[in-house]
Nanobody, 128 residues
């Protein structure tokens, strides 16, 4: 069982930065692929970024590559998403999600149905 709690969302202007954090409690955080998904009203959750067990590999959806950076600290059971040069289209509720001991493969880590744990979400609103 993993409990996830996101923080760091807010209201910012286009071009600003935000850093989202996710704290995990429970067992074996370091055995979970961690990811961020986002959701806008009426839409399914969409993959944003994922990071492997050690933090040595990460992947991003094309629209955020080069602007967002995902990182993790296994000693502190946290995963973060640094979001730079934010755009209005980044407006969404962002969810931290955990996937237990699955292969590091984009068909797996980018599929929200493959995740067993998620937090309550944090709202990010970017105004133009």
């Amino acid at each position: 069982q993993v409990l996830l709690v996101e923080s760091g969302g807010g209201l910012v202007q286009a071009g600003d930065s935000l850093r989202l954090s996710c704290g995990a409690s429970g067992s074996a955080f370091s055995l979970h692929t961690m990811a961020w998904f986002r959701q806008t009203p009426g839409q399914e959750r969409a993959f944003v970024a994922a990071i492997d067990l050690s933090g040595g590999s990460a992947d991003y959806t094309n629209s955020v590559a080069g602007r967002f950076t995902i990182s993790r600290d296994n000693a502190k059971n946290t995963v973060s998403l640094q979001m730079n040069r934010l755009k209005p289209e980044d407006t969404a509720v962002y969810y931290c999600e955990a996937q237990f001991l699955r292969p590091w493969n984009r068909t797996v880590y980018a599929d929200e149905l493959q995740y067993g744990y998620w937090g309550q979400g944090t709202q990010v609103t970017v105004t133009s």
